[in-house]
Nanobody
Framework: QVQLGESGGGEVQAGGSLRLSCALSGRILSIAAVGWYRQAPGKQRELVAGIDSGDRTNYVDSVKGRFTISRDNAKKTVYLQMNSLKPEDTAVYYC?????????????????WGQGTQVTVSS
């Protein structure tokens, strides 16, 4: 059974840094794509950063130059390095992994969500 475990959230002052981790446990063939999302109170969940199977990255404008998404395929772990944090970055952050796996001899694709980790940035 595949599970995602998120860690690294917490409370920091504005200008500080945090690194979020999302570790996958269970048997898969490979990680196809990764996304880090966040949801602030009263707001919709938004995609903050993504990385595809070719390691191409994309970021929402508000975090460009401050956040970096990366992956370690051998460890089945993905990261979100967050620098120069601002109070408006406060939210629950979720990882989403799009993976390939084998089911009855057939290669299939599905995605999994992490449980979420709270990031709070104080001014």
């Amino acid at each position: 059974q595949v599970q995602l475990g998120e860690s690294g959230g917490g409370e920091v002052q504005a200008g500080g840094s945090l690194r979020l981790s999302c570790a996958l446990s269970g048997r898969i063939l490979s990680i196809a794509a990764v996304g880090w999302y966040r949801q602030a109170p009263g707001k919709q969940r938004e995609l903050v950063a993504g990385i595809d199977s070719g390691d191409r990255t994309n970021y929402v404008d508000s975090v460009k130059g401050r956040f970096t998404i990366s992956r370690d395929n051998a460890k089945k772990t993905v990261y979100l390095q967050m620098n120069s944090l601002k109070p408006e970055d406060t939210a629950v952050y979720y990882c989403n992994l799009d993976v390939f796996f084998v089911d009855n001899g057939l290669e299939r694709r599905t995605d999994y969500w992490g449980q979420g980790t709270q990031v709070t940035v104080s001014s």
